[in-house]
């Protein structure tokens, strides 16, 4: 099991960030990947999801101006955010699992990258 996240880091308002998420074959041949977030203070929350077959899902917070996407000749999962603003500020997990639109249907998890909108 193994899920490895990159591409987080500082990015302006309004500007544009892509995370990555490397998995094991087994782990990304789980019946959905997704994305979750979690700022300081705050409850872990789903951003978006994407299922074995389609189609994705997002939060009403990130619709429009985010997109997840998978390479299957790569096992990666990805999350383009464009747009972003300060309330997109948040450690970002990349998730595999039975439901990826709530932490309680996740069954593995990454350990995280960092994104900050200033």
């Known amino acids: 099991v193994q899920l490895v996240e990159s591409g987080g880091g500082s990015v302006q308002a309004g500007g544009s960030l892509r995370l990555s998420c490397a998995a094991s074959?087994?782990?990304?041949?789980?019946?959905?990947l997704g994305w979750f977030r979690q700022a300081p203070g705050k409850e872990r929350e789903g951003v978006a999801a994407?299922?074995?077959?389609?189609?994705?899902s997002y939060a009403a917070s990130v619709r429009g101006r985010f997109t997840i996407s998978k390479d299957n000749a790569k096992n990666t999962l990805y999350l383009q955010m464009n747009g972003v603003n300060e309330e997109d500020t948040a450690m970002y997990y990349c998730?595999?699992?039975?439901?990826?639109?709530?932490?309680?249907?996740?069954?593995?998890w990454g350990q995280g990258t960092q994104v900050t909108v200033s």
């Open positions: 998730a595999a699992g039975f439901v990826c639109t709530h932490s309680a249907g996740v069954r593995y």
């Open positions: 074959t087994d782990t990304y041949n789980s019946p959905c």
């Open positions: 994407i299922n074995e077959h389609g189609p994705e």
